[in-house]
């Protein structure tokens, strides 16, 4: 009998404890909850492919950070109505940039944070002025040297960029928007870079949104890949939205243009956010 009234205590006294930790698992979830609800403002970092850059309409407060009006970021926030949208991506930004100019704006109130960089860390311009203008030999090995660096030194920067988002703006969701491939293979380009080139460098492009992802993913963050929207559209497509070879603006050379950022940015963005 004795036995029985302990063992009944016990099992009382467990079931009491299971229902508290219960309830205090739920409260917790419920202020979870809560506090992703209230954070409901939008900020968009990165580099000129978040930026707009190539897209046109550039809105003049930006200086050379050239924020387009019709880059997917405005985009989006003119559809969504988030209660905040700050846009601080900029042109030419590597991850140290990104730490050091453009996270002000985050906070407890950040609910969607959407960023693409890393390609200007792996020298993105660079390898696309060694193709352009030096030989077949010297473009590849170029390339090299930037899959190299994607290897060795980008997963840490991007850990840094990550790291700080997580820590300053903990109750966003964070989409992290890949590059597209630039070149349609035996497409319609009559001239300019080889094949062998035109592949290396798409090859390039898979590389470097591969390690992103990677990254993305272990910091529990959503990968956003744009290579399936521009199907069809790269540049040597019939319908490029893409730059080729800008040569009186550059800068603009091999960025997506503005139906590039309405027609594959955007829709990939909206479907991840």
């Not at 203008?133 to 850990?159: H, W």
């Not at 590389?207 to 529990?220: E, I, Q």
């Amino acid at each position: 009998m004795r036995l029985s009234r302990i063992t009944a205590y016990m099992s009382s006294l467990l079931l009491a404890v299971a229902f508290a930790l219960t309830g205090a698992a739920a409260a917790q979830a419920d202020q979870s909850t809560d506090q992703r609800a209230a954070a409901t403002g939008y900020v968009a970092l990165g580099d000129s492919y978040a930026s707009g850059v190539g897209a046109g309409s550039y809105d003049s407060a930006s200086g050379n950070c050239k924020r387009s009006k019709v880059a997917y970021p405005v985009l989006w926030a003119a559809a969504n109505s988030p209660a905040s949208f700050d846009f601080t991506a900029c042109t030419g930004a590597r991850t140290g940039d990104v730490l050091a100019n453009q996270l002000g704006p985050l906070g407890s109130g950040t609910g969607l944070v959407s960023i693409s960089v890393g390609g200007n860390d792996a020298g993105f311009s660079d390898v696309m002025t060694t193709c352009v203008l030096q030989s077949e030999a010297n473009c590849l090995a170029r390339i090299n040297e930037a899959r190299a660096f994607v290897d060795s030194t980008l997963p840490g920067n991007l850990d840094k960029v990550y790291s700080a988002i997580d820590a300053k703006a903990p109750a966003a969701h964070v989409v992290v928007l890949g590059y597209p491939r630039f070149y349609k293979l035996n497409g319609t380009c009559a001239a300019g870079l080889s094949e062998k080139e035109r592949s290396a460098i798409n090859d390039a492009a898979d590389y470097l949104n591969a390690a992103t992802a990677k990254r993305a993913a272990d910091h529990g963050f959503t990968f956003a890949d744009v290579t399936p929207a521009f199907t069809g559209h790269e540049i040597c497509s019939g319908s490029p939205w893409l730059h080729s070879v800008e040569w009186l603006n550059p800068s603009e050379s091999y960025h997506p243009t503005a139906p590039g950022h309405s027609g594959a940015y955007l829709p990939v963005f909206t479907a991840a956010a």
